[in-house]
């Protein structure tokens, strides 16, 4: 079956330092979401994209879609310690009726 | 709040015991879906509702689990005869329509324990 890896599982980094988590499919997608996850709560969406080699920016968050709709990456540059939490990629299947969730990186950013 | 809510919170039951569990979506979203969260995991998807339609189920669900949205609005999920290993959060989620794509608002989810 259909299946979104992602990886590190957990990210140690100091403040300021740079975070990247990568997400890769096993079969091509109709979008990819990223969510992030605090401690306690729920996933919060932080961006879709749907476009082959799609790539947006939040502030210091930089989100990419691969060329084949199979892999996908956030990168955060300059990781303050608000960014600590964990971050989610779900992939849409083709039909769009079901998301397919990585495990998730675990951010911890010491001050 | 206008957000999703999910009731209860949390729900400890014995084995071999049916629960339900429901799920307020946002006003006017008419997609739904529910997951099962377990921890140091991520979502692992349930079904998905389109208005009262239940378009998608998951193949990794036994004929135990069964879910409802009859008016297009709240959405109920049931486990009969719970297994430990039903012990998870689950989660819903609604999401706006007009098209087959659009972010997922989650609700806070209902913590299922089984003992």
């Known amino acids: 079956g259909q299946q979104v890896m992602q990886i590190p599982q957990y990210q140690h980094v100091q403040e300021g330092e740079d975070f990247t988590t990568y997400c890769n499919s096993s079969?091509?997608?109709?979008?990819i979401q990223w969510y992030k996850q605090r401690p306690g709560g729920h996933p919060v969406f932080l961006i879709q994209?749907?476009?082959?080699?799609e790539v947006k920016k939040q502030k210091r968050l930089t989100f990419q879609f691969g060329e084949a709709k199979k892999n996908s990456s956030l990168h955060i540059t300059a990781t303050q310690t608000t960014d600590v939490g964990t971050y989610f990629c779900?992939?849409?299947?083709?039909?769009?009726?079901?998301?397919?969730f990585g495990s998730g990186t675990k951010l911890n950013v010491k001050p | 709040d206008t957000g999703v809510s999910q009731d209860p919170r949390h729900k400890i039951t014995k084995r071999g015991q049916n629960v339900t569990f429901r799920c307020d979506p946002i006003s006017e979203h008419n997609r739904l879906y529910w997951y099962r969260q377990t921890l140091g995991q991520g979502p692992e998807f349930l079904t998905y509702?389109?208005?009262?339609?239940?378009?998608?189920k998951s193949r990794l669900l036994s004929d135990r689990f069964s879910a409802e949205r009859p008016k297009g609005s709240f959405s109920t999920l049931e486990i009969q005869r719970t297994e430990q290993g039903d012990s998870a959060m689950y989660l819903c989620?609604?999401?706006?329509?007009?098209?087959?794509?659009?972010?997922?608002?989650f609700g806070p989810g209902t913590r299922l324990t089984v003992l």
């Open positions: 994209l749907v476009k082959s080699g």
């Open positions: 509702f389109q208005n009262e339609a239940q378009l998608e």
């Open positions: 989620a609604s999401s706006p329509g007009g098209g087959p794509l659009g972010e997922q608002f």
């Open positions: 079969t091509t997608l109709s979008n």
């Open positions: 779900a992939g849409g299947s083709l039909d769009f009726n079901k998301f397919y």
